[in-house]
């Protein structure tokens, strides 16, 4: 590989070794600042301290607002949802878990619509659970960018991308990206069940898994090209 293409890497390995310790800094700093959280919703745990949260929000339409949700949505046990036009001014309540009551109003070339969320228990303990859970998370994306800064470290004073050490640091720094994954999926599950006081449920976010495979794709690429490369040398 020719002297102009190794400095590009080399360059390329300082700068990325820059970025990743500002990365760095900031995680900690996240890291920090939840673990300052932790230790406060910890302190008011013993008081037993509930917070209940109740939502209302407006949805406001200068045309007709039921032809537009009438494919997406239903309210109760009415047919259709331009019949909520019946009950102007009236309270509808409704059987659903995130909703409680509809109230109508008719404006000018329109109604306005006003829901009123199901009130949702936010207890200490479950929150004191998700900031641990978050530590954990945030401990391993800290961990996942030391092990990249170790190989932009490498990068930087390498005379070749498919040398032993750089395949060996590339290869750890995949493997750290597994936890921060499964972790990144966790932490979001508990935190919507949180945030809506239903049951946990875990889902799969694919652009994380394929953030994850497209890494491990690399890697086996890397370690071809060194076979080849060490091929080349043996024959020379």
Do not use: H
């Not at 109508?104 to 641990?132: F, H, P, R």
């Amino acid at each position: 590989m020719n002297n102009s293409r190794i400095r590009n890497i080399n360059t390329a390995g300082k700068f990325g070794r820059y970025i990743t310790i500002f990365l760095i800094i900031i995680a900690i700093s996240a890291f920090v600042m939840t673990a300052i959280g932790t230790a406060a919703a910890i302190a008011v745990s013993k008081q037993e301290v509930n917070v209940k949260v109740q939502t209302n929000f407006d949805v406001t339409s200068n045309g007709n607002i039921f032809d537009k949700l009438k494919n997406y949505m239903s309210v109760g046990d009415l047919e259709n949802i331009e019949d909520l036009a019946k009950y102007d001014g009236q309270t509808i309540k409704v059987n659903d878990e995130d909703i409680s009551e509809i109230t109508v109003t008719q404006i000018d070339n329109g109604y306005s619509v006003n829901a009123k969320t199901n009130e949702i228990t936010l207890t200490t303990k479950n929150l004191i659970g998700n900031l641990v859970l978050t530590l954990v998370y945030i401990a391993s994306i800290i961990f996942a960018l030391f092990m990249f800064r170790n190989l932009m470290k490498i990068m930087s004073t390498c005379e070749t991308p498919f040398a032993e050490d750089v395949i060996k640091r590339m290869t750890t720094f995949a493997n750290s990206l597994v936890p921060v994954a499964i972790l990144s999926m966790i932490t979001k599950g508990f935190w919507e069940s949180f945030n809506s006081g239903n049951m946990f449920d875990f889902n799969i976010d694919f652009g994380v898994v394929l953030l994850v495979a497209v890494v491990y794709v690399l890697v086996m690429i890397f370690k071809y090209g060194a076979e080849l490369q060490q091929e080349a040398d043996e024959t020379l």
